[in-house]
């Protein structure tokens, strides 16, 4: 059971905060953020004015995830002004004071640590339970608001079912089966919520996500973009949906034995709070079938869902994807802000704590698999036959998908400034010295995307990129595979290779090899995935959802790039980072265990005797 007092009672006030100025537009676009609340009103007075009504829907749209930090809030400074991604083999960190550095790569982090210093936090620093709240309100109340038509309440209500589903999609992904609030409680009732099993979790958050499909317009008009950008639609919808199941399916949850046998015996796994109790392939099937509805629906609606491509530029298309909004691919993005600030502002910390402090650093493992601009492979075993005394002029960086360069920042890559990228010893952009072993270049790479070159990011319209079309690809081709179907033609003529190809094509890559075996495509899926959506908080998901322990204990490395006399040839030394606490100690010792696929909950809240912890924790 869960006893919500506590969290309401800190919440009241605030589910009544007028979200704007009494007289100034408050818009969901590039104006979304510009006001801040200035008034606190009554449930009767803001649901009186159809102005403040929408107001109060617009400010409930704030409390969404968003995966960068800005400042030191709880909801800003996510596991301790560092980032998810840097858990992953794709990146690592190099800011030894935060808490990915100083807790989760020690083994240090446990159910007792900060709210902040969780991957995500259960006691509201998501702001989850507070936008849950006001998502209900609105819903409970906006019926009685004069100057609003009928269909455009049931088209807010809607929207507001979506932050709802957002939230505890979050949490499902994160925690397993969560309590589950149909409604906005007050501090006065029984506010004691059973914990809900893993399904009863998944039917909610897909129920909600069914509800809003079916009000919500499938894309915005092209009038609405410039102020309306934003908001949820029913594309929005479906593809929350798909995510969702696609987790569901995937073999932590949906597997023949818990994720963690040893604790087959723990509450959470007996009571079915994160274990469907077998394998079910009618969880792919689900996926399936969301995503041929989908595209159908696209295709019906002439396709206003589209890629952003460039076919001179793909590398520009690329980055207008996650970085442009109002793109025709950003099926749902959140913001704290309205526009992406100078390098140096506390509140807009990623930009100087991924670009000078190295909370976010790539690893040479994430450079790897980034194939060459044709689409062949990679070769990693060339750096096994560099040392470095050994100097060549052949560029490794050369000619590779621009997806790498927009991603990470390497040696000789064009980033904005007057001058190719230095990442060698003593470059302008390198590190200093042969002995450096943190900050935001150790490996000889540093993190690109978002940050630019920590200049021209000025400015631009600040979003999350929550949820991107070609995810929605991915995970059809994905759920294809895994129920064998791979080379099965949907309605539009498309197989698994096809939905692969058409990511692959905007950045210019050739088609992916046909005739793979089923475990050799997963592994071209989840890598196309890690390569189309670096720090975005997607590799860190997909090594969870298929328990990749392998990757979590491998051990990761970087370069000492190092440039010849002669100002053209480079030596390349091939460097193992240090250790995290889970991975593989050199005499061959297991730390990793599968209690760090799931957060846990605060030992706070265990304490109360409502929940069952995670197993392991």
Not at 39 to 49: H, I, M
Not at 61 to 80: C, E, F, H, I, P
């Amino acid at each position: 059971m869960i006893t919500m007092k506590r969290i309401l009672n800190s919440l009241l006030l605030a589910s009544f905060l007028l979200s704007t100025s009494c007289v100034d537009e408050f818009k969901v676009g590039d104006a979304f953020l510009d006001k801040a609340p200035s008034v606190d009103k009554d449930k009767e007075y803001v649901f009186s004015n159809p102005d403040y009504t929408r107001d109060f829907l617009w400010n409930a749209y704030r409390t969404l995830y968003y995966g960068r930090v800005l400042d030191w809030s709880a909801k800003g400074n996510r596991v301790g002004m560092g980032a998810i991604d840097a858990l992953t083999d794709c990146f690592t960190c190099g800011l030894t004071w935060c808490t990915v550095y100083n807790t989760y790569y020690t083994g240090q982090f446990t159910s007792n640590s900060a709210a902040n210093d969780c991957v995500y936090s259960y006691s509201d620093g998501e702001q989850q339970w507070t936008g849950i709240r006001k998502a209900w309100l609105f819903i409970e109340n906006v019926g009685q608001t004069p100057g609003i038509t009928d269909e455009e309440k049931e088209r807010l209500k809607a929207e507001a079912k979506m932050i709802i589903a957002c939230h505890y999609s979050d949490m499902f992904k994160n925690f397993g089966g969560v309590p589950l609030l149909d409604h906005a409680l007050d501090p006065n009732e029984e506010l004691k919520i059973p914990w809900a099993t893993l399904r009863q979790t998944l039917d909610f958050i897909v129920q909600l996500c069914d509800e809003a499909y079916k009000v919500l317009p499938w894309a915005l008009d092209s009038s609405e973009q410039e102020n309306w950008a934003g908001r949820f639609t029913g594309a929005a919808a479906l593809g929350l949906k798909i995510r969702t199941l696609l987790f569901a399916a995937s073999p932590l949850y949906n597997d023949n034995q818990p994720f963690y046998p040893e604790q087959a015996g723990a509450a959470a796994i007996a009571e079915k709070q994160v274990w469907f109790g077998g394998k079910d392939d009618q969880l792919w099937r689900d996926v399936v079938d969301a995503c041929s509805l989908f595209m159908s629906r696209n295709s019906q609606e002439g396709e206003p869902w589209q890629l952003v491509t460039n076919a001179s530029n793909p590398r520009q298309a690329y980055q207008d994807a996650y970085y442009k909004r109002a793109n025709g691919e950003l099926l749902i993005d959140t913001r704290q802000r309205a526009t992406v600030s100078w390098n140096w502002d506390d509140n807009c910390s990623y930009l100087h704590f991924y670009g000078q402090y190295g909370a976010l650093v790539p690893t040479l493992e994430y450079v790897n698999l980034f194939p060459y601009a044709d689409g062949t492979p990679f070769d990693a075993s060339f750096w096994e036959q560099q040392r470095k005394d050994k100097y060549i002029e052949e560029d490794p960086f050369k000619n590779r998908d621009p997806r790498l360069y927009e991603n990470c920042l390497v040696n000789n890559a064009e980033f904005g400034r007057d001058h190719p990228a230095e990442l060698w010893i003593g470059g302008r952009e390198g590190m200093s010295s042969e002995t450096v072993s943190d900050g935001s270049k150790f490996t000889g790479f540093r993190i690109y995307k978002y940050i630019l070159d920590l200049s021209s990011q000025n400015g631009k319209q600040d979003q999350w990129p929550y949820l991107r079309l070609p995810e929605i690809f991915l995970s059809y081709a994905e759920a294809l595979n895994e129920l064998d179907r791979a080379t099965e033609r949907d309605a539009l003529g498309n197989d698994a290779y096809e939905y692969i190809n058409k990511v692959r094509r905007r950045v210019g890559l050739s088609g992916l090899q046909t005739g793979l075996s089923k475990e050799q495509l997963r592994k071209e899926i989840l890598d196309e995935r890690a390569r189309e959506f670096g720090a975005e908080d997607v590799r860190y998901y997909d090594m969870i959802r298929w328990k990749m322990a392998e990757d979590f204990r491998k051990p990761l490395h970087g370069l000492r790039i190092r440039r010849g006399d002669d100002k053209k040839s480079y030596s390349y030394e091939k460097f193992q980072i240090k250790k995290r606490y889970i991975q593989d100690g050199d005499d061959g010792t297991v730390y990793f265990t599968p209690k760090w696929y799931l957060t846990p909950f605060p030992f706070v809240e265990i304490n109360k005797g409502y929940l069952n912890q995670n197993p392991g924790w």
